[in-house]
T-cell receptor
Framework: RKEVEQDPGPFNVPEGATVAFNCTYSNSASQSFFWYRQDCRKEPKLLMSVYSSGNEDGRFTAQLNRASQYISLLIRDSKLSDSATYLCVSPSGSARQLTFGSGTQLTVLP | ETGVTQSPTHLIKTRGQQVTLRCSSQSGHNTVSWYQQALGQGPQFIFQYYREEENGRGNFPPRFSGLQFPNYSSELNVNALELDDSALYLC???????????FGSGTRLTVV
């Protein structure tokens, strides 16, 4: 089993829709997580950090369920500019290196 | 605009050759990590340096090596290039391990 697994996608949604991505992790000792977004052929950029039960930033809400070992990202009122690949990330290992999921591709359609 | 810069942006090498990729981290960021991202995959951890010492390594062979310098710059060296080494190589730096990592725009390496 991969350490971090994400919905395979791709997700194609109309503008204004609400979309949710799920991510599961296998290391029960993981304390914090990140969501990164990556535009085509660009570097990943930090979207949100999740340290406790959840975090909200405008249209974006991240939730952490430690009992079930999953993290979710909810995007409300989708914009065309939200089209990107969303990467679920867990710092792990002795060096707290980032372990990435394979990413979920989102396309918001006009 | 990212505070982490990488060079070169693109590179084409022949199988068997050696390559050096460079990264300049944000001032004060003592931790630098290197990642390999194949097409359609998430980035994979190669190794990490903290204050010029390697303090973590992923599942990559010894022909992948690195250096970190006191001026917050670092290098990734790959010897005996293979076709499967073709990927986007990302450098990331961090102030602390809970503050998140800032990535450079990457070097796209093609091995032919």
């Amino acid at each position: 089993r991969k350490e971090v697994e994400q919905d395979p996608g791709p997700f194609n949604v109309p503008e204004g829709a609400t979309v949710a991505f799920n991510c599961t992790y296998s290391n029960s000792a993981s304390q914090s997580f990140f969501w990164y977004r990556q535009d085509c052929r660009k570097e990943p950029k930090l979207l949100m950090s999740v340290y406790s039960s959840g975090n909200e930033d405008g249209r974006f809400t991240a939730q952490l369920n430690r009992a079930s070992q999953y993290i979710s990202l909810l995007i409300r009122d989708s914009k065309l500019s939200d089209s990107a690949t969303y990467l679920c990330v867990s710092p792990s290992g002795s060096a707290r290196q980032l372990t990435f999921g394979s990413g979920t591709q989102l396309t918001v359609l006009p | 605009e990212t505070g982490v810069t990488q060079s070169p942006t693109h590179l084409i090498k022949t199988r068997g050759q050696q390559v050096t990729l460079r990264c300049s981290s944000q001032s004060g960021h003592n931790t630098v990590s290197w990642y390999q991202q194949a097409l359609g995959q998430g980035p994979q951890f190669i190794f990490q340096y903290y204050r010029e010492e390697e303090n973590g390594r992923g599942n990559f062979p010894p022909r992948f090596s690195g250096l970190q310098f006191p001026n917050y710059s670092s290098e990734l060296n790959v010897n005996a290039l293979e076709l499967d080494d073709s990927a986007l190589y990302l450098c990331a730096s961090s102030l602390t391990d809970t503050s998140g990592y800032t990535f450079g725009s990457g070097t796209r390496l093609t091995v032919v």
